[in-house]
């Protein structure tokens, strides 16, 4: 699968995205390694810090499933190219720096590794 393919995913999960709040409605798509795809939209509440966000949606979707190997992660917000907030990126980390990002929009197609957008991230591991 190749990025745009992953994007387009993400574009797709944004249609159920729940934003009567912020109207902000992101989409996500988490490839595993084995070629699955679960996708992910954000859930706003109107208690707001209850609010969740697409990416973490699809990553929790994945490893409530079984799923912890993940190649890439696509992030679509419409026009605006939305990069990860940086929970969603510790979350990302927790499961591989190595993790690609792929973030679309107006300006076209941006892809970084969780490495990239997360340097120095916590980790427990000596
Ligand atoms: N949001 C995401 O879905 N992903 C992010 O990485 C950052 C923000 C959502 C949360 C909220 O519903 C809306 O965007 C505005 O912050």
Redesign the pocket.
């Known amino acids: 699968m190749d990025y745009s393919d992953l994007l387009k995913k993400a574009e797709e999960a944004r249609e159920f995205?729940?934003?009567p709040?912020?109207k902000?409605?992101?989409?996500?798509a988490l490839l595993t390694k084995d070629n699955q795809i679960f996708t992910?939209?954000?859930?706003?509440n109107s208690a707001y810090s209850s609010?969740?966000?697409?990416?973490?949606?699809c990553i929790y979707k994945a490893v409530s499933q079984g799923c912890r190997e993940f190649t890439a992660v696509a992030?679509y917000?419409g026009l605006h190219r939305?990069?990860?907030?940086g929970?969603?990126?510790q979350v990302l980390a927790e499961f591989g720096t190595d993790i690609l990002v792929v973030m679309g929009g107006a300006e076209g197609l941006m892809v970084k590794s969780v490495k990239e957008l997360l340097p120095f991230s916590f980790t427990m591991k000596p």
């Open positions: 995205a729940y934003a709040y912020s902000f409605k992101v989409g996500a992910g939209c954000n859930v706003e609010t969740m966000c697409a990416e973490r949606v992030v917000a939305a990069a990860p907030c929970e969603c990126r």
